[in-house]
């Protein structure tokens, strides 16, 4: 079998880096051997003990004499201070155009008067703008429009108590309320 010069050329190139990594791993190791013996001679740290827990205490919660924060304190049918009243929504009334929106999220942008009738101009959030009058409705609470004027909208809603009945609430949308 003849050797070619490439076969040749590969052989003299292993060598020495063969020759180079056996040297590489017999490299003098007695300043790591040394650091070790230091380490070992100088101690082990000292370690806290774990500390002792005492033992849970139960303690049982005895509210005999108080009231049951799950019972009403006072009947609400019976109070005298409760005076259910006949103001409710009107739930049988068509609802119109400006029900739906929100109350503040819906802006006054101006007037029309003509003869004796005036309208309120309304922009709702998707930039339409419709004309109220009075008696008409807007907002979410039941608003009904008692007053215009050349800067303001003035409304009356119909909002929950929060005992169960309802009350009436001034609100108003001025010019540039957005």
């Not at 005076?83 to 006054?108: A, C, G, I």
Request: glycine letters at 8%; one cysteine or more.
């Amino acid at each position: 079998m003849k050797m070619t010069s490439y076969r040749i050329n590969r052989i003299i190139l292993t060598l020495p880096a063969l020759a180079l990594a056996v040297t590489a791993c017999s490299k003098d190791i007695n300043d790591l051997q040394d650091f070790i013996a230091q380490t070992k001679a100088s101690g082990v740290g000292s370690v806290r003990p774990i500390p002792q827990f005492r033992p849970y205490q139960s303690f049982a919660y005895s509210a005999n004499d108080l009231r049951d924060p799950f019972v009403a304190a006072i009947d609400l049918a019976e109070d005298p201070g409760t005076v259910k009243n006949s103001l409710h929504p009107e739930t049988d009334r068509p609802k119109q155009q400006l029900e739906v929106f929100p109350l503040d999220t819906l802006s006054m942008v101006g007037t029309l008067e003509q003869n004796d009738n005036s309208w309120g101009l309304i922009k709702d959030p998707q930039n339409v703008v419709h004309k109220v009058k009075l008696g008409d409705y807007m907002g979410q609470n039941e608003g009904r429009v008692t007053g215009i004027t050349e800067t303001s909208i003035y409304l009356v809603e119909i909002v929950p108590d929060g005992v169960g009945g309802y009350v009436e609430r001034d609100a108003s949308i001025a010019v540039g309320n957005e």
